[in-house]
């Protein structure tokens, strides 16, 4: 069974910065994508970015510049970076793969931008 544990939310000002990290059971990062998705209170989940298997990122265009997705694979940890926080960011972040398994998605962890 895989188990992933999202970690470092938090409080932050706007224009702030947090690194999020994301510890997987298992060796699923070696063999799929994985991504950093959020749900903000009243919106539908959405995919922020991911990182393929080789290394290869993508964003979407609401935090591209200021999000950076990395990953450790020796280490089984999927990071988000995230700088120049917005309130808009205030969401709950998860990480799964990409497309996301139904049963992989763990508790998540609050980011909460506001002065």
């Known amino acids: 069974q895989v188990q992933l544990v999202e970690s470092g939310g938090g409080l932050v000002q706007p224009g702030g910065s947090l690194r999020l990290s994301c510890a997987a059971s298992?060796?699923?990062?070696?063999?799929?994508?994985m991504g950093w998705y959020r749900q903000a209170p009243g919106k539908q989940r959405e995919l922020v970015a991911r990182?393929?298997?080789?290394?290869?990122?993508n964003y979407a265009d609401s935090v591209k510049g200021r999000f950076t997705i990395s990953r450790d694979n020796a280490k089984n940890t999927v990071y988000l970076q995230m700088n120049n926080l917005k309130p808009e960011d205030t969401a709950h972040y998860y990480c799964?793969?990409?497309?996301?398994?139904?049963?992989?998605w763990g508790q998540g962890t609050q980011v909460t931008v506001s002065s």
């Open positions: 799964n793969t990409d497309p996301a398994m139904s049963n992989y």
């Open positions: 298992g060796n699923i990062f070696r063999l799929y994508a």
């Open positions: 990182i393929s298997s080789g290394g290869g990122t």
